[in-house]
């Protein structure tokens, strides 16, 4: 689903339980996201205010905010008279992989996700963060949003995991997130068409990106490790049709060590 439609005119409801998510904190994580995987690349002219807040569903101001940070952060400029102007240039961080040419290159992918992510769920709620956590819970509201519409968002399910990775606060993870971002996004179609096809599929899937958040939000290590484990096991197995009776995987503690009691 493209961005426009799943967040045009709705993202001004992304709210969970009594504290707001910020929606200047969703527009900024989206924008950092187009110039560090390199869709917005060095010297590139960002969409004006009015483009960015009829795109996201937003006021001028929310959009200002998000700007501003980027500005702040050194990511982008403002040119009298021409509007915001990408000026750093993170792409040659961003590792690179051949594309997805077969099933088994799902399923590598797959087993990619599962070493690095259950690594990067660790870390954060180790690290647990007022601002990541926000943008993790931005996400996550988008998400809400689109389940509650009984559509799968590739873009917001993108987010939840790679504001997850910029949690761990491990510039190698994160970074190797957004080296797999096309690969992911091909694996993410193709799982939310199973998602729909099935009930209740989008409810359960939800249920566990939001069993994840509040592992994290929670500061317990290893449970939102072994939750980002199992979700993505469980995603590979919907989509491959693997019977739930599969002989488990061995299971490796994460490198951090156990998490406070």
């Known amino acids: 689903m493209s961005s426009g439609s799943a967040t045009g005119g709705k993202a001004a409801e992304a709210r969970r339980g009594d504290r707001p998510a910020p929606l200047s904190d969703y527009i900024y994580?989206?924008?950092?996201?187009?110039?560090?995987?390199?869709?917005?690349?060095?010297?590139?002219?960002?969409?004006?205010?009015?483009?960015?807040?009829?795109?996201?569903?937003?006021?001028?101001?929310?959009?200002?905010?998000?700007?501003?940070?980027?500005?702040?952060?050194?990511?982008?400029?403002?040119?009298?008279?021409?509007?915001?102007?990408?000026i750093f240039d993170k792409s040659p961080a961003v590792p690179s992989y051949a594309p997805i040419g077969n099933i088994a290159d799902i399923r590598r992918c797959y087993e990619f996700r599962i070493a690095v992510e259950r690594e990067t769920a660790y870390l954060a709620a180790q690290r647990v963060a007022e601002?990541?956590?926000?943008?993790?819970?931005?996400?996550?509201?988008?998400?809400?949003?689109?389940t509650r519409e009984h559509v799968h968002s590739e873009e917001a399910d993108f987010s939840f995991?790679?504001?997850?990775?910029?949690?761990?606060?491990?510039?190698?993870?994160?970074?190797?997130?957004?080296?797999?971002?096309?690969?992911?996004?091909?694996?993410?179609?193709?799982?939310?068409?199973?998602l729909l096809a099935s009930h209740p599929g989008?409810?359960?899937?939800?249920?566990?990106?939001?069993?994840?958040?509040?592992?994290?939000?929670?500061?317990?290590?290893?449970?939102?490790?072994?939750?980002?484990?199992?979700?993505?096991?469980?995603?590979?197995?919907r989509l491959f049709g693997v019977a739930e009776h599969a002989e488990p995987r061995p299971r490796l503690e994460p490198s951090g060590g156990p998490a406070d009691s």
């Open 131 to 146: 601002k990541p956590l926000a943008d993790i819970e931005a996400a996550l509201a988008l998400m809400d949003i689109a």
């Open 202 to 237: 989008l409810e359960q899937v939800f249920a566990e990106h939001r069993s994840i958040f509040t592992a994290i939000r929670d500061g317990d290590a290893l449970r939102a490790s072994r939750l980002m484990e199992e979700h993505l096991i469980g995603s590979r197995d």
């Open 29 to 86: 994580q989206q924008l950092y996201g187009q110039i560090a995987n390199g869709e917005l690349k060095h010297n590139a002219r960002l969409p004006g205010e009015h483009q960015l807040a009829e795109k996201y569903g937003v006021s001028r101001p929310v959009v200002r905010d998000a700007l501003k940070r980027l500005r702040v952060e050194g990511l982008i400029e403002s040119r009298q008279g021409a509007g915001s102007w990408v």
């Open 161 to 194: 995991h790679y504001a997850i990775a910029v949690a761990a606060d491990n510039h190698y993870l994160s970074s190797s997130l957004l080296g797999i971002r096309d690969h992911i996004s091909v694996v993410m179609t193709l799982h939310g068409k199973s």
